[in-house]
């Protein structure tokens, strides 16, 4: 599939198509999640209020996650196929993903203060996902540091699937270090069942955060390869004068 | 394996005599640690009780430090296209110097962090857990270390992108190798599998880690 | 076999057609043919910035070419030696360590060792680390690690920059030997090389097609 799309036109035809339907999909999908997470669905019977920050926390958390498995395995075609649709969706998902880790670390504070009365605890699922901003923050800085493009493409995708081949390795790790030292036993915000009532709006939510996600990855994408095009462009042009200044001095 | 065994021999002479071979790396250590009591407290049993956390910790600022040079000198000053195109292959030589390079430089880890352990308040025995787990951590550090420095070797600031590219991918490793000190210290009976979590661990790096420098490497030389 | 010259390699046959090759997204080069076969030197010329050094990075195997293909044959077999503007010595290792080291990574036999650094006025310089040579002996020095390299192919960049006549000299005498014993040299250069019968590449042709297209 990944083939098809490799096309550049092919794909600019689709994106043509999903960047709007996203954005629109997603102010949608917000304008009913929003208030029916944040105002409608009850208050719980342990946390009252403060359950309406899980209604970003935790699709916060799922996208991040996904967002790393979306540029591992575009990495990875990227790093076999070489194909440059393939590394530009890895260029847009990385900041992506990094914010949804970065609001998903601060509203687990802002959760945790009125919980745990602390703005940080050094619980096994945030741990994880600070590690996870760490190593998004990584790739990122390596793809910045790097001049050439074509470097930058293949070192970033080398890194990015390494960090896919350790993730369940730091989150067992994460999981090892915290139970061996388990703190007086604290609420979660996963009870092993959900009821109905939050289970809605938080499907709608996590969709909403899946269509702002596909929106921003394509735009991205998008926004790259006019870059990408004006650079050829750009580049065409000096070579035309270099050669025509080189052609003028011999004559 | 001629091939490997003189890159093994040529790097171990290299590492040793080149750039101060393990005293750099060592002093690194032993100052981290010397300084981070004058942080801590004086207090004797919150140094016992951060100690294994701290001295493993140490240990893994002690590779990331000659990371940069590992690779960035065989990239500017010609190496890596010979190592590339010799018969041994660029996976075999990264291996090679890598292991090399940590026999070298990372051998002072273990003896510091026993010395240190007994410094910091720990019984003989949990600082022998301790030195023991850090002695089976220190390839997978050096070699995740190593895979940091050749995704970054040549470029400007170097270090510094080599410790954020490096720390995630080495947390496993911390975690288990200070967690077999804690356990032997607390007596949670949890040392032997921490133990065997390390050296797992460095084992999957070894697996896993020269291959990775090895490719990105050979997408510098493009 | 020749004085101070490893010679059982496997004989190289290098052919090139229709080669387009860029850096940082300009083309270079396009539409390039070329052949050498056992015994044959290829000087390849042309401006700066015509992509010399490139087209020698893609004949090794570094870099994919963006169009068209590089065979260097038997590909299982041939060995390929490299001398680039860094020579690849390290500058606490003496040269005679780093010329035994190369011999046994390249499997040559160690008794060459000694007639090699005859032969390019290294002997001398034996204990020396390499890091106090001048421009010229760490040179000497890197083409000597070349007499030892067992390679059916020999790709040079600007050998001849950091060295005298006398050294010139001695290089040319070095390329007819191996040449004779049937090696390939494929070699970059601003200054005219005056090895008998060379084949000349000059970039300038593709690099004018390649600004066109």
Redesign the interface.
Same mark, same amino acid.
């Given at each position: 599939m990944f083939s098809y799309f490799a096309n550049p036109e092919r794909f600019e035809r689709l994106a043509r198509v999903v960047t709007p339907w996203a954005w629109g999909g997603a102010a949608v999908l917000f304008a009913i999640g929003l208030p029916w997470a944040l105002v409608i669905s009850p208050p719980d019977y342990q946390q009252s209020e403060t359950v309406r920050i899980m209604y970003v926390h935790v699709p916060s958390a799922w996208l991040a996650m996904a967002a790393y498995a979306g540029l591992g395995v575009s990495s990875f075609i990227y790093f076999i196929w070489r194909h440059n649709l393939a590394d530009l969706a890895a260029r847009a998902l990385a900041p992506a993903g990094a914010v949804f880790a970065a609001l998903c670390l601060v509203t687990g504070a802002l959760w945790g203060r009125p919980m745990w009365g602390a703005w940080w605890v050094w619980d096994a699922r945030l741990t994880s996902m600070l590690v996870l901003l760490l190593l998004y923050l990584g790739y990122m800085a390596l793809r910045a540091a790097i001049e050439d493009e074509k470097l930058a493409a293949r070192a970033g995708s080398i890194l990015a699937m390494a960090g896919l081949i350790n993730l369940p390795i730091i989150k067992f790790s994460v999981d090892w270090w915290n139970t061996l030292h388990q703190p007086a036993s604290v609420i979660r915000f996963d009870g092993p069942t959900i009821h109905a009532s939050k289970l809605w709006p938080l499907s709608v939510m996590a969709l909403a955060f899946t269509a702002l996600l596909t929106a921003l990855v394509f735009s991205t994408m998008r926004t790259l390869i006019l870059e990408r095009r004006a650079a050829v462009l750009e580049r065409k042009r000096e070579q035309r004068l270099e050669a025509e200044a080189s052609e003028g001095f011999a004559e | 394996m /001629?091939?490997a065994?003189? %890159?093994f021999s040529?790097e171990l $002479?290299?590492a040793w005599?080149?750039g101060g071979g393990p005293a750099g790396p060592a002093a690194f250590n032993l100052a981290a640690l010397a300084l981070a009591p004058l942080a801590i407290g004086p207090d004797g049993d919150t140094l016992a009780a951060a100690g294994p956390g701290v001295i493993a910790f140490a240990a893994l600022l002690a590779t990331l430090q000659p990371a940069e040079r590992l690779f960035g000198e065989d990239a #500017?000053?010609?190496?890596l &296209?010979?190592y590339? !195109? /010799?018969?041994?292959g660029l996976a075999t030589a990264v291996l090679m110097k890598t292991l090399a390079f940590t026999l070298a430089v990372f051998w002072p880890i273990a003896p510091i962090a026993f010395i240190a352990a007994l410094a910091y308040g720990l019984e003989a025995g949990p600082a022998l857990i301790l030195s023991l787990a850090l002695l089976l951590a220190a390839p997978g550090l050096a070699l995740i270390a190593a895979?940091a420095g050749a995704?970054?070797a040549g470029? $400007?600031?170097?270090g510094l992108?080599i410790a %954020?590219?490096a720390?995630? %991918?080495q947390?496993?490793l911390l975690?288990?190798a200070a967690?077999a000190g804690?356990?032997a210290a607390e007596g949670?009976g949890?040392e032997g599998a921490n133990l065997m979590?390390a050296a797992a661990?460095s084992l #999957?790096a070894l697996a !896993?880690a020269p291959l990775?420098a090895a490719?990105?490497l050979? #997408?510098? %030389? &493009? | 076999m020749s004085d101070g010259l490893s010679a059982e390699f496997t004989r190289a046959d290098v052919r090139a057609a229709g080669v387009a090759l860029s850096r940082g997204g300009r083309t270079l080069v396009r539409g390039l043919n070329f052949a050498a076969a056992p015994g044959e030197a290829l000087a390849i010329t042309g401006p700066n910035g015509s992509g010399k050094t490139t087209l020698l990075r893609a004949v090794a195997g570094f870099i994919r070419p963006d169009a068209g293909e590089i065979h260097v044959e038997p590909a299982s077999d041939v060995k390929i030696a490299w001398l680039g503007h860094a020579e690849g010595l390290k500058p606490a290792e003496t040269v005679r360590d780093a010329l035994t080291f190369h011999a046994a990574l390249q499997g040559a036999s160690p008794e060459l060792i000694e007639p090699v650094m005859e032969r390019m006025a290294v002997a001398h310089l034996a204990r020396r680390a390499c890091g106090t040579l001048s421009a010229g002996q760490r040179r000497r020095t890197a083409l000597a690690r070349l007499a030892l390299s067992n390679a059916g192919l020999w790709i040079l960049d600007e050998p001849t920059a950091p060295l005298d006549a006398v050294s010139r000299a001695r290089l040319g005498a070095l390329i007819a030997d191996y040449r004779a014993a049937g090696g390939v040299v494929i070699a970059t250069t601003h200054a005219a090389l005056d090895w008998p019968d060379q084949t000349g590449l000059d970039l300038s042709d593709a690099a004018r097609e390649a600004r066109s297209a």
């Amino acid at each position: 599939m990944f083939s098809y799309f490799a096309n550049p036109e092919r794909f600019e035809r689709l994106a043509r198509v999903v960047t709007p339907w996203a954005w629109g999909g997603a102010a949608v999908l917000f304008a009913i999640g929003l208030p029916w997470a944040l105002v409608i669905s009850p208050p719980d019977y342990q946390q009252s209020e403060t359950v309406r920050i899980m209604y970003v926390h935790v699709p916060s958390a799922w996208l991040a996650m996904a967002a790393y498995a979306g540029l591992g395995v575009s990495s990875f075609i990227y790093f076999i196929w070489r194909h440059n649709l393939a590394d530009l969706a890895a260029r847009a998902l990385a900041p992506a993903g990094a914010v949804f880790a970065a609001l998903c670390l601060v509203t687990g504070a802002l959760w945790g203060r009125p919980m745990w009365g602390a703005w940080w605890v050094w619980d096994a699922r945030l741990t994880s996902m600070l590690v996870l901003l760490l190593l998004y923050l990584g790739y990122m800085a390596l793809r910045a540091a790097i001049e050439d493009e074509k470097l930058a493409a293949r070192a970033g995708s080398i890194l990015a699937m390494a960090g896919l081949i350790n993730l369940p390795i730091i989150k067992f790790s994460v999981d090892w270090w915290n139970t061996l030292h388990q703190p007086a036993s604290v609420i979660r915000f996963d009870g092993p069942t959900i009821h109905a009532s939050k289970l809605w709006p938080l499907s709608v939510m996590a969709l909403a955060f899946t269509a702002l996600l596909t929106a921003l990855v394509f735009s991205t994408m998008r926004t790259l390869i006019l870059e990408r095009r004006a650079a050829v462009l750009e580049r065409k042009r000096e070579q035309r004068l270099e050669a025509e200044a080189s052609e003028g001095f011999a004559e | 394996m /001629s091939a490997a065994l003189a %890159l093994f021999s040529r790097e171990l $002479k290299l590492a040793w005599a080149g750039g101060g071979g393990p005293a750099g790396p060592a002093a690194f250590n032993l100052a981290a640690l010397a300084l981070a009591p004058l942080a801590i407290g004086p207090d004797g049993d919150t140094l016992a009780a951060a100690g294994p956390g701290v001295i493993a910790f140490a240990a893994l600022l002690a590779t990331l430090q000659p990371a940069e040079r590992l690779f960035g000198e065989d990239a #500017a000053d010609g190496t890596l &296209e010979l190592y590339a !195109l /010799s018969g041994a292959g660029l996976a075999t030589a990264v291996l090679m110097k890598t292991l090399a390079f940590t026999l070298a430089v990372f051998w002072p880890i273990a003896p510091i962090a026993f010395i240190a352990a007994l410094a910091y308040g720990l019984e003989a025995g949990p600082a022998l857990i301790l030195s023991l787990a850090l002695l089976l951590a220190a390839p997978g550090l050096a070699l995740i270390a190593a895979f940091a420095g050749a995704l970054a070797a040549g470029l $400007k600031r170097a270090g510094l992108l080599i410790a %954020l590219i490096a720390a995630p %991918l080495q947390v496993p490793l911390l975690v288990f190798a200070a967690g077999a000190g804690r356990a032997a210290a607390e007596g949670t009976g949890l040392e032997g599998a921490n133990l065997m979590m390390a050296a797992a661990g460095s084992l #999957a790096a070894l697996a !896993l880690a020269p291959l990775g420098a090895a490719a990105a490497l050979r #997408a510098r %030389l &493009e | 076999m020749s004085d101070g010259l490893s010679a059982e390699f496997t004989r190289a046959d290098v052919r090139a057609a229709g080669v387009a090759l860029s850096r940082g997204g300009r083309t270079l080069v396009r539409g390039l043919n070329f052949a050498a076969a056992p015994g044959e030197a290829l000087a390849i010329t042309g401006p700066n910035g015509s992509g010399k050094t490139t087209l020698l990075r893609a004949v090794a195997g570094f870099i994919r070419p963006d169009a068209g293909e590089i065979h260097v044959e038997p590909a299982s077999d041939v060995k390929i030696a490299w001398l680039g503007h860094a020579e690849g010595l390290k500058p606490a290792e003496t040269v005679r360590d780093a010329l035994t080291f190369h011999a046994a990574l390249q499997g040559a036999s160690p008794e060459l060792i000694e007639p090699v650094m005859e032969r390019m006025a290294v002997a001398h310089l034996a204990r020396r680390a390499c890091g106090t040579l001048s421009a010229g002996q760490r040179r000497r020095t890197a083409l000597a690690r070349l007499a030892l390299s067992n390679a059916g192919l020999w790709i040079l960049d600007e050998p001849t920059a950091p060295l005298d006549a006398v050294s010139r000299a001695r290089l040319g005498a070095l390329i007819a030997d191996y040449r004779a014993a049937g090696g390939v040299v494929i070699a970059t250069t601003h200054a005219a090389l005056d090895w008998p019968d060379q084949t000349g590449l000059d970039l300038s042709d593709a690099a004018r097609e390649a600004r066109s297209a």
